[in-house]
């Protein structure tokens, strides 16, 4: 049990402590678990009953050089007292991304920022997302070969690969991809190169 009148440090501390907000989200095509803000916003709501607090998410257009960043805040409000504790995070729009409007540009990196300023405030570990270095050091070691086994085909891992090296480069969302072209794990090696040149294409990028 809480403390009778805990300030909204001890507060956040418990829920700090109990929040639970696994990796509930899984990509088919980078084949890794990822949470979104929505995860993390559902997992929340339990504890800010139980500690009477709430969360508040916003953001801020911040222009830096000919750069424009959105910079998030998150905010958890002791409802007790009126006492808060925030954190922000950034993430910079890209100048044109083919197939996205200005709104939906400024949205993602709305999402992203949001994210990272909610894994500040409540410790969220994301030390294996596909936007970190440790996720794509790991993804670009090749997985050892067994002398029993056959060679790949060289041109469907190919194939495969340059669409995930160009998704992670201009950081396009897999699935989108993977919808679009119906794509399964057994797919062919035309289908791959059918999606890639679909991605270039749509993206306008290379």
């Not at 300030?7 to 829920?15: Q, S």
């Not at 139980?50 to 801020?60: A, I, R």
């Amino acid at each position: 049990m809480p403390d009778r009148n805990p300030n909204v440090m001890e507060k956040l501390k418990n829920i700090q402590v109990e929040l639970k907000a696994p990796k509930n989200l899984f990509n088919s095509f980078g084949k890794y678990n990822y949470r979104n803000v929505e995860s993390i916003q559902e997992a929340l709501k339990p504890l800010l009953k139980k500690y009477n607090c709430m969360v508040t998410l916003s953001d801020d257009v911040i222009q830096i050089g000919d750069r424009t960043y959105i910079k998030a805040y998150a905010r958890i409000t002791d409802c007790d007292t009126g006492e808060y504790k925030e954190t922000t995070a950034y993430a910079r729009e890209e100048a044109e991304k083919k197939g996205m409007d200005a709104s939906q540009i400024t949205g993602a990196s709305s999402s992203y920022a949001r994210k990272y300023a909610l894994n500040g405030l409540f410790l969220l570990d994301d030390t294996k997302d596909v936007d970190t270095e440790e996720y794509q050091s790991q993804t670009k070691k090749p997985a050892p070969k067994k002398a029993s086994e056959p060679a790949p085909k060289t041109d469907n891992a190919s194939s495969r690969q340059k669409l995930k090296e160009l998704c992670m480069k201009y950081k396009i969302e897999p699935n989108e991809i993977i919808i679009a072209c119906h794509l399964r794990p057994d797919s062919t090696e035309e289908e791959w190169s059918k999606a890639y040149d679909y991605a270039v294409k749509r993206y306008g990028v290379q």
